[in-house]
């Protein structure tokens, strides 16, 4: 035998040796179509992803158009998180809970309270209950107001396509980066109101008393042509041009209270004076005063008064700060707050 031959015959045995026998090839074409499928599930939640957001409505600041009702949807008990593998993002589910969403009504910053529970990217999920609070809502806030929201007249003026990139909580100061559509587009007076919404809605979770705004992940000092500076972190008297006439900064939605409470902020109502109410979970008053601001109508003022409150055990309940019209009696400027009283 030659060497050409001894050689051929030397490969034909080694490659003999490392074929994989029959249980090695089930278990390799398992695999294999297990990757299959798992890449299609991914391509096919891409496609409809891509579809949903080319699918949002032009902001009402932007545009003529109608605004969309993009809200998610109440979820009271949502699916527990499934286990991550690597490599693969989950949603993860947040309870249904009551918070602010801070809208624009003609020229003014316009709120209401509202009922939500969800999902949030895995990629923006905090193991901080104030950071996960605040995605959560803040992410509604960029979704634009109900069909409810819209028939009062609310619109927003944050650009539609706007993404929340991440938050981060330094101290009481919370970070949020958002995407570069939020400079897009608008006058000096939209580019404070969107600020100003983002500054509302953030500040009003318990021991977060500002807002640094991030754009695309970097620090920067001004947003818009006209440059609204934005170089430190922004709180609610920041914009008090834009403002309600009563805003409320010390007490904070779902904050657990022991008697008394300490009800702080600025007004600018008639005769500078505003009043307090405390009320339990059936909507009855456990204790109701008023107090003076520093300045009365036509000027911005600071009011401060503590409350006492009863209750035999813990429930939910609301802290409501507004004014009585001089004319008729009825309720104006009203500030309902939910939180949870505590014997």
């Not at 496609?47 to 032009?58: P, R, S």
């Not at 316009?110 to 104030?130: H, K």
């Not at 009062?152 to 330094?170: F, N, Q």
């Not at 922004?234 to 008394?260: G, H, M, Y």
Request: charged residues 20%.
């Amino acid at each position: 035998m030659n060497t050409e031959d001894r050689l051929k015959k030397l490969t034909e045995a080694a490659r003999a040796e490392s074929a994989p026998t029959q249980a090695e090839w089930s278990s390799f074409i398992q695999r294999a179509h297990r990757a299959l499928y798992v890449r299609r599930a991914v391509a096919a939640a891409g496609t409809f992803m891509l579809f949903g957001v080319g699918a949002l409505g032009t902001n009402a600041l932007m545009s003529d158009q109608p605004l969309n009702d993009r809200r998610p949807q109440p979820a009271t008990t949502p699916e527990p998180s499934p286990s991550r593998a690597p490599g693969i993002s989950t949603d993860v589910g947040v309870p249904a809970s009551e918070a602010e969403l801070w809208f624009v009504k003609g020229e003014q910053l316009w709120w209401g309270t509202t009922t939500l529970g969800g999902r949030v990217s895995a990629n923006l999920a905090s193991d901080d209950p104030i950071v996960q609070k605040a995605v959560f809502w803040l992410q509604a806030l960029f979704e634009g107001p109900t069909s409810a929201d819209q028939e009062v007249g609310a619109i927003s003026a944050v650009p539609s396509g706007t993404k929340l990139l991440g938050v981060r909580r330094a101290g009481s100061v919370l970070n949020v980066d958002v995407s570069s559509e939020f400079e897009s587009g608008g006058g000096s007076l939209s580019i404070q109101l969107r600020v100003a919404q983002v500054i509302y809605t953030g500040t009003q979770f318990e021991g977060i008393d500002a807002v640094r705004i991030l754009i695309e992940g970097e620090k920067v000092e001004a947003i818009g042509g006209e440059g609204l500076i934005v170089a430190e972190p922004l709180i609610r008297r920041d914009f008090q041009n834009v403002a309600p006439l009563i805003v409320v900064e010390s007490v904070k939605t779902t904050q657990d209270f022991v008697s008394p409470v300490t009800v702080t902020g600025f007004a600018s109502v008639f005769e500078a004076t505003v009043n307090i109410r405390i009320l339990d979970a059936e909507g009855k008053v456990l204790r109701e005063t008023f107090t003076t601001a520093s300045c009365g109508t036509g000027c911005w003022g600071d009011f401060s008064e503590t409350l006492a409150f009863e209750v035999p055990e813990r429930q939910q309940g609301r802290v409501e700060v507004l004014t009585y019209s001089p004319k008729d009696g009825s309720e104006q400027d009203l500030v309902s707050i939910p939180v949870v009283l505590s014997p």
